[in-house]
C-alpha cells in the first residue's frame, strides 16, 4: 500500500509538536530553526528531498558558521527520524549529509594570541609543571 505524499514543513510540524508533548527545554530554539527549515523547504516533498539538496541550503548561508549549520541539519534530522518513526518516510536524508568541520579550539587568555603566538594558557600550564618537577 502506497503512503500519502507528506511535505517537509509536515514532518517539520509534527518535529515541533513532538518537542512540545515532552515538555523539551530547547523548544522555542528548536522551533525557530524548524519553522526557518520550513520557510525554505516546506513545500517539498519529504521523501523526494536529496541529501544534496540540504547540503546546497545550508551552503548558500555563507553567513553562518560551521557550527550552526551543523545545529540546522541537527534539526532537519530529528525531525525526519520521527516521520521514520511514525511511517511518514522511509529513509531520513539529513543523515547523508556531511558534518561541517567547526573550530573549537580555546582561545588563550592573552588577548594578542592570533598575532603573537603567545598562549598564557599552555605558558601557565608549563609553569605549574615546572614547579611540581622541583
Given amino acids: 500500500m502506497r503512503r500519502p505524499r507528506i511535505s517537509v514543513a509536515q514532518i517539520g510540524q509534527q518535529a515541533i509538536d513532538w518537542y512540545s508533548n515532552h515538555n523539551r527545554k530547547d523548544l522555542t530554539t528548536f522551533t525557530g530553526r524548524v519553522n526557518a527549515i520550513i520557510a525554505a523547504l516546506g513545500s517539498r516533498d519529504a521523501e523526494g528531498l536529496k541529501p544534496s539538496e ?3 541550503w545550508l551552503s548558500a548561508h555563507s553567513e553562518w558558521s560551521p557550527a550552526t549549520g551543523n545545529r540546522y541539519k541537527t534539526v532537519l534530522s530529528k525531525a525526519y527520524q520521527l516521520a521514520v518513526k511514525n511511517g511518514d518516510v522511509s529513509t531520513n536524508p539529513a543523515r547523508l549529509v556531511d558534518h561541517r568541520p567547526e573550530n573549537n579550539r580555546r582561545s588563550s587568555a592573552c588577548p594578542h594570541f592570533e598575532h603573537c603566538g603567545h598562549d598564557v594558557l599552555n605558558r601557565s600550564f ?3 609543571l615546572r614547579r611540581e618537577i622541583r
Avoid: Q, V, Y
Fill in 126 to 128: 608549563e609553569t605549574l
Fill in 54 to 56: 540540504i547540503d546546497a
